[in-house]
T-cell receptor, first 113, second 109 residues
Framework: DSGVTQTPKHLITATGQRVTLRCSPRSGDLSVYWYQQSLDQGLQFLIQ???????AKGNILERFSAQQFPDLHSELNLSSLELGDSALYFCASSVRDTPYEQYFGPGTRLTVT | GQSLEQPSEVTAVEGAIVQINCTYQ??????LSWYQQHDGGAPTFLSY????GLEETGRFSSFLSRSDSYGYLLLQELQMKDSASYFCAVSSGNTPLVFGKGTRLSVIA
């Protein structure tokens, strides 16, 4: 158990819908990272937040957005969902100065039908 | 941008030693990390090399050569439970961590 929690574990929704994925980092970690993992693309970095502020942006679509709240939990919002958005979404956390050592949550498996 | 190359699959015998190589291209390189991911599980951190040389952690060791933009993960005394995917990842100036596509290790009896 990494100490990072994610909800829900599974999510099935239809194309065009909007969903919110939630992540709570390890106690004391200020950085939260979101990743998308699909079979053909591997682990793709989406976005990083540090202490409530956006720190780095990766291959995140405009239809996706995220935020980190004062209690440091984070939410990833996915809208206008397409079939290709079906994937595993991981959240990870780290102490600010150690982005190379990240602790991953169990993931949310999103299926878009 | 950044790119990493690692073999897609490796098979090794229980009790043996296996080496998983990783070459990378990136600007502003800070270091090379390794992660393990079992099927259906989350990636877990194994090691990090910022400087040239070998880092040993139990049965696992990781090596980095900054001049060659190359590193490897060495797994000794292989066990069946080591069957998993192994990812190298680079930390660089623009992106916290960029992952390779992973190497699927199968340990056979």
């Amino acid at each position: 158990d990494s100490g990072v929690t994610q909800t829900p574990k599974h999510l099935i929704t239809a194309t065009g819908q909007r969903v919110t994925l939630r992540c709570s980092p390890r106690s004391g970690d200020l950085s939260v990272y979101w990743y998308q993992q699909s079979l053909d693309q591997g682990l793709q970095f989406l976005i990083q937040y540090y202490n409530g502020e956006e720190r780095a942006k990766g291959n995140i679509l405009e239809r996706f957005s995220a935020q980190q709240f004062p209690d440091l939990h984070s939410e990833l919002n996915l809208s206008s969902l397409e079939l290709g958005d079906s994937a595993l979404y991981f959240c990870a956390s780290s102490v600010r100065d150690t982005p190379y050592e990240q602790y991953f949550g169990p993931g949310t498996r999103l299926t878009v039908t | 941008g950044q790119s990493l190359e690692q073999p897609s699959e490796v098979t090794a015998v229980e009790g043996a030693i296996v080496q998983i190589n990783c070459t990378y291209q990136t600007s502003g390189f800070y270091g090379l990390s390794w992660y393990q991911q079992h099927d259906g599980g989350a990636p877990t951190f194994l090691s990090y090399n910022a400087l040239d040389g070998l880092e040993e952690t139990g049965r696992f060791s990781s090596f980095l050569s900054r001049s060659d933009s190359y590193g490897y993960l060495l797994l000794q005394e292989l066990q069946m439970k080591d069957s998993a995917s192994y990812f190298c990842a680079v930390s660089s100036g623009n992106t916290p961590l960029v992952f390779g596509k992973g190497t699927r290790l199968s340990v056979i009896a």
